[in-house]
T-cell receptor, first 116, second 110 residues
């Protein structure tokens, strides 16, 4: 069974631009969550989708948005990029309702975003 | 909001020494999960603990969940260079998304 696939793996953007990152979850998984990882802040939760509905949202500005499609694939978008947005963006999928107990998540390899 | 604290932030050990990382939650958890992230890699699920006082072992790794379900620990016996990486705990309250601890970076000197 294929794992969580994220594209692109690496990208460089300029301040003020916008970026869209894509995530294909493990087949059969309906929940997708996104995390931002930076050396100083660790894993910061961005948002979580289940069956195309956003179930949870972290403490990030409105420039960060996401969505999930009917096939469970998800995208996240960051508009008006800032230097501080440089990070590894990780997508994770899980089978069950994210609000249920015992929800193990499986991470993709991440998208490395550098803002210059 | 829920917070998960993890200590130490960093530990450097000689190969063969033991290692322990601790995780404390500000709220009672429904379960706690542990992940390992190798340098340059992504977090990989290790184990999940659900019951109060639960202890699970995976070869040289021992995981414990506290009686109050607010703390947990991961202990590695006789570390090896393959154990290098960052270990994260992640708490689940059953209502919100997993809350990750800040991680403990383990360096093993051969």
């Amino acid at each position: 069974k294929a794992g969580v696939t994220q594209t692109p793996r690496y990208l460089i953007k300029t301040r003020g631009q916008q970026v869209t990152l894509s995530c294909s979850p493990i087949s059969g998984h309906r929940s997708v969550s996104w995390y931002q990882q930076t050396p100083g802040q660790g894993l910061q939760f961005l948002f979580e989708y289940f069956s195309e509905t956003q179930r949870n949202k972290g403490n990030f500005p409105g420039r960060f948005s996401g969505r999930q499609f009917s096939n469970s694939r998800s995208e996240m978008n960051v508009s008006t990029l800032e230097l501080g947005d440089s990070a590894l963006y990780l997508c994770a999928s899980s089978f069950s309702d994210p609000q249920g107990s015992g929800n193990t998540i499986y991470f993709g390899e991440g998208s490395w975003l550098t803002v210059v | 909001g829920q917070q998960v604290m993890q200590i130490p932030q960093y530990q450097h050990v000689q190969e063969g020494e033991d290692f322990t990382t601790y995780c404390n939650s500000s709220t009672t958890l429904s379960n706690i999960q542990w992940y390992k992230q190798r340098p340059g890699g992504h977090p990989v699920f290790l184990i999940q603990l659900v019951k109060s006082g639960e202890v699970k072992k995976q070869k040289r790794l021992t995981f414990q969940f506290g009686e109050a379900k607010k703390n947990s620990s991961l202990h590695i016996t006789a570390t090896q260079t393959t154990d290098v990486g960052t270990y994260f705990c992640a708490g689940n309250t059953g209502r919100r998304a997993l809350t990750f601890g800040s991680g403990t970076r383990l360096q093993v000197q051969p």
